[in-house]
């Protein structure tokens, strides 16, 4: 074999490993954006995140949320939580909290999840901004 033909064995080889990997890895299919980025200030503060497939961009209804923590990691006060707890949802995919935001600034929402038909945790990070 030549070095390019050698190359291109190999370039395949690694491709479809990858490949196979990405079929796996079933959670990376999945993220968590925010609603609204813009949540307001203070006590009994409602915001909401939305999961979607990104596969086929569509809303996942009926996931599991679960080891949420709200803190402010994105203005570097990770050891700042805030109180929160979840609310109903009358929008499917649509995921809704109500947070004390004791703070004005950055605040990063984390959480896991169990998403129905995949047997991975899905983990989320999104992030907010109290004004
Ligand atoms: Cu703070």
Do not use: C, I
Request: zero cysteines; hydrophobic letters at 45%.
């Amino acid at each position: 074999m030549t070095a390019r033909s050698r190359l291109l064995v190999l370039l395949t080889v690694l491709l479809l490993g990858m490949g196979t990997r990405f079929a796996l890895a079933a959670p990376a299919d999945y993220a968590f954006e925010p609603v609204s980025v813009e949540v307001r200030y203070g006590n009994d503060s409602e915001f909401a995140v939305r999961l979607v497939n990104k596969q086929t961009g569509k809303p996942v209804e009926g996931a599991v949320l679960f080891r949420t923590r709200l803190d402010m990691s994105p203005d570097g006060m990770a050891a700042m939580t805030a109180k929160h707890m979840a609310t109903p949802s009358a929008e499917p995919g649509v995921y809704t909290f109500k947070a004390d935001f004791t703070m004005a600034g950055g605040w990063a929402f984390k959480l896991m999840a169990k998403v129905q038909g995949e047997r991975e945790t899905v983990h989320g990070t999104v992030v907010f901004e109290a004004k």
